[in-house]
């Protein structure tokens, strides 16, 4: 693994540099991860700027596949063996690549915490619902086992869980999927932490349960000035409730900015072949596949990995992989940029 500790700051929208600005809690520069044995390596995340400041929402949105997920065990430094990160991950400007047995584990325990995108594989059928919530609080020495049941039942009442003493009783399958989902976000609430990853924390659930979950998750790191970065493949999710979106395809990020403008005006073909092919929440279209199938990163050719499903390819897309630049108010990477972004304008897509 690679460590450096430079230390460049966060724009608003996840990148890097405002001089004498304080550092963000979380920054990630030219962070890669490579998997396989050592004469045969692959990527599956390359090249990889983002940042999440305290009290920012981060979305990270792209197809299965592209790397998301991995790029949150990275930040962790919960990657598997045989599967290794590289570049720049930083807490508060200290490089968690260069962390310390006693540090990470400080790290995992007090500073981040991780929403799972399946409660039910997360948690163990075996033990109950208090043991869940209050083993890493008490293990740790953050909060005595009374404390943590205590705050645990707070924290339960506040998101909307009902008989919250009584809950901690039961075992993971006797609730329900928004339940045992609510006790996700209770447990990585419970010591208080600065970052929260949340992967997909809605993808098992129904509509209305994923609202609701969505709602008390953005509630809760508001009010407590908590980071967030929000991973999901549903762009429409992640822009209701981020501040600014990074878009990956094939292990990297071609597209990042304020949620807003990236939803309503996206630059690059893959982000607005992802609001074409959405179906529209109020009015009845015919929906615009997305052609072919999604690559990995060490599939990608010397060009632009998305070069095979986009109709604005050129010979110079396939040769000459694009790199993250500035345009207008976020950055994109594709060489046409520029040329087809009037053909890019929601009318066109939708």
């Known amino acids: 693994m690679t460590e450096n500790t430079s230390n460049s700051t966060p724009q608003s929208y996840g990148t890097a540099t405002t001089a004498g600005a304080p550092p963000a809690l979380l920054r990630m520069q030219a962070v890669g991860v490579t998997a396989g044995p050592r004469h045969d390596r692959k990527a599956i995340v390359r090249d990889v700027d983002l940042a999440v400041g305290a009290g920012e929402s981060v979305g990270l949105v792209g197809e299965s596949g592209s790397g998301k997920s991995m790029l949150v065990k990275a930040a962790m430094r919960l990657l598997p063996s045989r599967v290794d990160a590289s570049g720049d991950i930083s807490f508060e400007g200290r490089p968690v690549l260069g962390f310390s047995r006693r540090e990470l584990s400080a790290y995992r325990s007090r500073d981040v915490a991780l929403i799972h995108q399946d409660p039910r594989a997360a948690t163990n059928p075996l033990r109950t619902v208090g043991d869940f919530l209050t083993e890493q609080v008490v293990a740790t020495g953050q909060l005595t086992r009374r404390e943590a049941a205590e705050k645990a039942c707070a924290l339960m009442e506040e998101v909307g869980v009902t008989e919250p003493g009584h809950r901690l009783t039961q075992y993971p399958h006797e609730l329900s999927g928004g339940l045992l989902q609510r006790m996700m976000i209770v447990a990585a609430l419970l010591p208080s932490p600065k970052l929260l990853f949340a992967d997909e924390p809605t993808t098992a659930l129904d509509v209305t349960v994923q609202s ?25 999710l992640a822009a209701a409730v981020t501040d600014s979106l990074a878009v990956m395809y094939a292990g990297t990020v071609v597209e990042r900015g304020a949620t807003n403008r990236v939803y309503s005006r996206p630059r690059h073909p893959y982000t607005a072949a ?77």
């Open 212 to 236: 609701e979950v969505m709602a008390i998750i953005k509630e809760r790191t508001a009010q407590d000035n908590v980071g967030l970065l929000f991973i999901s493949h549903d762009l429409d």
């Open 274 to 350: 992802l609001l074409a092919c959405r179906p529209s929440p109020t009015a009845v279209a015919r929906l615009t596949p997305i052609p072919g199938r999604p690559v990995a990163a060490f599939e990608a050719g010397p060009g632009c990995a998305f070069a095979d499903r986009c109709r604005f390819t050129t010979d110079q897309c396939r040769i000459q992989r694009p790199h993250l630049r500035p345009l207008e108010d976020r950055m994109v990477a594709c060489h046409r940029a520029e040329e087809i972004a009037d053909a890019l304008e929601p009318a066109e897509v939708s």
